[in-house]
């Protein structure tokens, strides 16, 4: 736990990103597993994440993007999509899902499958979306920690256009929106703010005991 505490105190949102420094392909398959073993609501999963890779493609985000650099500096770009309108359809999926992986009959997992439904399909569209958008940032969460792990920088971004982003990906054609943005790469030494200090709120300030 000291080794985590640790490497929370040595990840930053990374201002700057060395652009000739890459994200090995082992390690960028850590960080996915990490995405993908993150913790959801009822364990749906309502996203997607979009690896963008294509040069050009980051160059057409980034001025969508507050012309912030780490757009097309860092060694990846992740874009975290929620999927919209989420609804019986991909309840049903993760129920055939788990009934494989856990060798249960489908008609046993009924009553769970109804709960989700009852609880989910019945809220507005709007409420289901902004859902699955928050489901989001848990395995943006995971993304952060497990590249502090790996001495690996990440920097989660909000600041971006999601209309602009959706239709330069094509997006709205697979019924997805973009929620979060990650940077994720090498910090640049000439990154000034890695050297600065963190600023928190006090452990007597941020928890409350009753």
Same mark, same amino acid.
């Given at each position: 736990?000291?080794?985590?505490?640790?490497?929370?105190?040595?990840?930053?949102?990374?201002?700057?990103?060395?652009?000739?420094?890459?994200?090995?392909?082992?390690?960028?398959?850590?960080?996915?597993?990490?995405?993908?073993?993150?913790?959801?609501?009822?364990?749906?999963?309502?996203?997607?994440?979009?690896?963008?890779?294509?040069? +050009? /493609?980051?160059?057409?985000?980034? &001025?969508?993007?507050?012309?912030?650099?780490?757009? %097309?500096? #860092?060694?990846?770009? $992740?874009?975290?999509?929620?999927?919209?309108?989420?609804?019986?359809?991909?309840?049903?999926?993760?129920?055939?899902?788990?009934?494989?992986?856990?060798?249960?009959?489908?008609?046993?997992?009924?009553?769970?499958?109804?709960?989700?439904?009852?609880?989910?399909?019945?809220?507005?569209?709007?409420?289901?979306?902004?859902?699955?958008?928050?489901?989001?940032?848990?395995?943006?969460?995971?993304?952060?920690?497990?590249?502090? +792990? /790996?001495?690996?920088?990440?920097? &989660?971004?909000?600041?971006?256009?999601?209309?602009? %982003?959706? #239709?330069?990906?094509? $997006?709205?054609?697979?019924?997805?929106?973009?929620?979060?943005?990650?940077?994720?790469?090498?910090?640049?030494?000439?990154?000034?703010?890695?050297?600065?200090?963190?600023?928190?709120?006090?452990?007597?300030?941020?928890?409350?005991?009753?």
């Amino acid at each position: 736990m000291n080794t985590f505490l640790e490497n929370q105190n040595w990840r930053y949102a990374t201002k700057k990103f060395d652009a000739s420094k890459k994200v090995s392909a082992e390690d960028l398959n850590t960080l996915k597993e990490a995405i993908r073993l993150s913790a959801s609501s009822y364990g749906l999963q309502p996203y997607k994440i979009i690896i963008v890779e294509n040069p +050009e /493609l980051r160059a057409k985000i980034q &001025p969508s993007a507050w012309g912030q650099t780490q757009i %097309v500096d #860092a060694s990846h770009l $992740l874009v975290f999509a929620n999927e919209v309108n989420f609804g019986a359809e991909g309840i049903d999926a993760v129920i055939t899902n788990m009934s494989e992986t856990r060798s249960i009959p489908v008609e046993n997992l009924k009553p769970y499958a109804d709960l989700m439904k009852n609880n989910l399909t019945t809220l507005p569209e709007e409420v289901r979306n902004t859902w699955a958008a928050k489901q989001t940032y848990l395995a943006m969460g995971n993304l952060l920690n497990a590249a502090a +792990e /790996l001495k690996i920088d990440v920097t &989660p971004m909000e600041g971006f256009v999601p209309a602009d %982003v959706n #239709a330069i990906l094509g $997006l709205n054609e697979l019924g997805l929106n973009a929620s979060l943005i990650a940077t994720v790469g090498y910090r640049h030494e000439e990154d000034a703010t890695q050297f600065a200090k963190k600023v928190r709120k006090s452990t007597e300030e941020l928890f409350i005991t009753l």
